[in-house]
């Protein structure tokens, strides 16, 4: 099992930017790739960004120079950071951690990411 704890949603202007992180703890040996995906009101969540288990990156074309992805791994910790950066009022959305290890898929459990003036 991996545990998923995700920080630093908030509420920021347009042309601002944010920072999310995502602490995975527990099988962390077993992580594939790590991403994160959004839900804005009333849509499907959508996949925004994934790091592989060798740093490779891949992005939403929406969020794509405006986004970066990063994975630090530690002993017993493996986090994920969101850079979001010229952030857009269509960027408003709950924004998920996600884990895919060789145990299963794992989700966290939202953050709260609002742009407006």
């Known amino acids: 099992q991996v545990q998923l704890v995700e920080s630093g949603g908030g509420l920021v202007q347009p042309g601002g930017s944010l920072r999310l992180s995502c602490a995975a703890s527990g099988s962390i040996f077993n992580i594939n790739a790590m991403g994160w995906y959004r839900q804005a009101p009333g849509k499907q969540r959508e996949w925004v960004a994934t790091?592989?288990?060798?740093?490779?990156?891949?992005?939403l074309g929406s969020v794509k120079g405006r986004f970066t992805i990063s994975r630090n791994d530690a002993k017993s910790t493996v986090t994920v950071s969101l850079q979001m950066n010229n952030l857009r009022p269509d960027d408003t959305a709950v924004y998920y951690c996600?884990?895919?290890?060789?145990?299963?898929?794992?989700w966290g459990q939202g953050t709260q990411v609002t742009v407006s003036s």
């Open positions: 790091i592989s288990s060798g740093g490779s990156t891949y992005y």
């Open positions: 996600n884990v895919n290890a060789v145990s299963g898929l794992f």
